[in-house]
């Protein structure tokens, strides 16, 4: 199971309307996981 902005946050990143740097705030903002981060982009956070 997913955080709830998952989706959104990845659909952002991959149309490259977010950089790295938003998705590592979206981390710290409690928006989606460490975990998904690395999900996301393929890289550690």
């Known amino acids: 199971?997913?955080?709830e902005k998952f989706e959104k946050v990845k659909r952002?990143?991959?149309l490259?309307?977010?950089n790295?740097?938003?998705v590592r705030n979206a981390v710290k903002m409690?928006?989606?996981t460490e975990?998904?981060?690395t999900e996301i982009t393929g890289k550690e956070f």
């Open 35 to 37: 975990e998904e981060f």
């Open 12 to 14: 952002f990143y991959m």
């Open 20 to 22: 790295e740097i938003r």
């Open 1 to 3: 199971m997913h955080s």
């Open 16 to 18: 490259k309307v977010w």
């Open 30 to 32: 409690s928006w989606i």
